[in-house]
């Protein structure tokens, strides 16, 4: 089945700092998810981003679907963003099941 | 906005009882999942149901059952709980490829 890796594993920032997310599939997909875990564990949709650029706030995030990656840049961090960022993609064309990334852990620090 | 909501917060229940985990979504999605997420094994789908009285086995079915009589609502069932299926539930609803995430429920069996 189709194999999703997040870089890096874990990212410490201070306050104010920008940070880019890498999100790597195995094979093509037709969408991707972008989440954000919250310390009480529920995940907020941050992009649905099959291709192209969008930007929310300080959040933006790239799909190069033919290159088969996705970047989330986040800028002039806050302590509100650490968590747990995930990407997914759909497990196969067609499909509504999703497998997801290990996650990123970000911690921003006053 | 999408909201899916889930019955409990946290739910701490003995071993061998029966146990029901609720999710209530309000967009009229015709897709709804049940996932599990425990530390180093990332999410990982239980039950996906893409229209009422149906459903699909997951990756990790063994020990649950799932149940949709009415479209906005979609129920794990604990047949007999164990300590092993401590951890935290998120469901998700989708219209199609999109998934939007209730607040999780954290179950402890003791």
């Known amino acids: 089945g189709i194999q999703v890796e997040q870089s890096p594993p874990d990212l410490i920032l201070q306050e104010g700092a920008n940070s880019t997310l890498r999100c790597n599939f195995s094979d093509s997909v037709n969408n991707l998810q972008w989440f954000h875990q919250n310390p009480w564990g529920q995940l907020i949709n941050l992009f649905y981003i099959p291709s192209g650029t969008k930007q929310n706030g300080r959040l933006s995030a790239t799909t190069v679907a033919t290159e088969r990656y996705s970047l989330l840049y986040i800028s002039s961090s806050q302590t509100t963003d650490s968590g747990v960022y995930f990407c997914?993609?759909?497990?196969?064309?067609?499909?509504?099941?999703?497998?997801f990334g290990k996650g990123t852990k970000l911690t921003v620090n006053p | 906005d999408v909201k899916v909501t889930q019955s409990s917060r946290y739910l701490v229940k003995r071993t061998g009882e029966k146990v029901f985990l609720e999710c209530v979504q309000d967009?009229?999605?015709?897709?709804m999942f049940w996932y599990r997420q425990d530390p180093g094994l990332g999410l990982r789908l239980i039950y996906f149901?893409?229209?009422?009285?149906?459903?699909e086995k997951g990756d990790i079915p063994e020990g649950y059952s799932v149940s949709r009589e009415k479209k906005e609502r979609f129920s794990l069932i604990l047949e007999s709980a164990s300590t092993n299926q401590t951890s935290m539930y998120l469901c998700a609803s989708s219209p199609h490829n999109e998934q939007f995430f209730g607040p999780g429920t954290r179950l402890t069996v003791l």
């Open positions: 997914a993609v759909p497990t196969q064309g067609g499909s509504e099941k999703l497998v």
């Open positions: 149901s893409y229209d009422v009285k149906m459903k």
């Open positions: 967009m009229d999605h015709e897709n």
